[in-house]
Structures are given as C-alpha cells and as structure tokens.
C-alpha cells in the first residue's frame, strides 16, 4: 500500500466528523448589519482598510461597538453618527464636503490646475526665446580670427 493511501485512509474519519460552519454571531442579522457598516468605515489604525477587513485588536473592538450599538437598537446612521463624535470625520471612507474637509475634497484638483498652469507657464516662456540667425560672413572671419587655426576644418 502507499503512502499517500495510508494518510488519506487516515483522514477520512475525521472528514465524516466535520460539521457545517456555525456562524460567527449569534444573531446573523445583527453580523450582516455589522459588516455591512464597516465595510464604509476606514480602520484607524490601518487606515488603507475599511474596518471589516483589518485584523487590528482596535478594529476588532470597533466591530464589537457597532454590534453594541445595533443590538441596542441603533440605525446605521445613529451608529455612524456615534463613530464619527467620537473619532472624527477620519473613521469614515467618504467624509462629508464642509469647510474642515474642503482641503481634502478640493486639494488634489487645485495641485492639477496649478501643475497645469505652471506647465503652461513654462512652455510659453520657452517659446519665446529668441532663434539663434546665422552668422554672417563678417561674425564668420571674426570667429575665426578670435579661434585662430583651431576653428579651420582642414
């Protein structure tokens, strides 16, 4: 008999013995609510991953609070509103446009008008640089007098 046979004889038993996956709350409305509100959070200390996909010992606590909130009978809004008073605009992944936010709404798009306009600065600036004429004959001997042997071609 090989191997291979012997160890899959051993882990049949133990596949007959599996059972189906439980799920992660006791109440799977509540987990769906949960997930489904911090999918839109962002992960404080992350901060690139939303708050149901961190693996954080604060994200984990976080999730713990929304279930808190939802089990208390919170809307989703109540329970963003409650995240946000206590962590600022910052916990959310699309922050609201007031005048503290300005700067993060409008900011990259003033940078490109001004990358543009300097751009634009630039190009025509260099486009009015004079055209170096060629030299006359006169400019020519003079050259050549001022360089002696050094500027004939033979």
Known sequence: MKPWMIVLALWLPLAAMADEAKPLAED????????????NLRCLVCQNE???????????????????????????????DYLTQR???????????????????????ALLIGAVAGLYAYI??????????PLSAEEKKRVEALLGNNGNKS
């Open 87 to 109: 962590y600022g605009d910052f916990v959310l992944y699309k922050p609201p446009v007031k005048p503290l936010t300005w700067l993060l709404w409008f900011g990259p798009f």
């Open 28 to 39: 799977p409305v509540t987990e769906q609510r949960m997930i489904g509100l911090s999918e």
């Open 50 to 80: 939303s708050l149901a996909g961190s693996r954080a010992d604060l994200a984990q606590d976080l999730r713990q609070e929304i279930r808190e909130q939802i089990r208390a009978g919170k809307s989703d809004k109540e329970v963003v």
């Open 124 to 133: 025509k600036r260099r486009g009015n640089r004079p055209v170096d004429a």
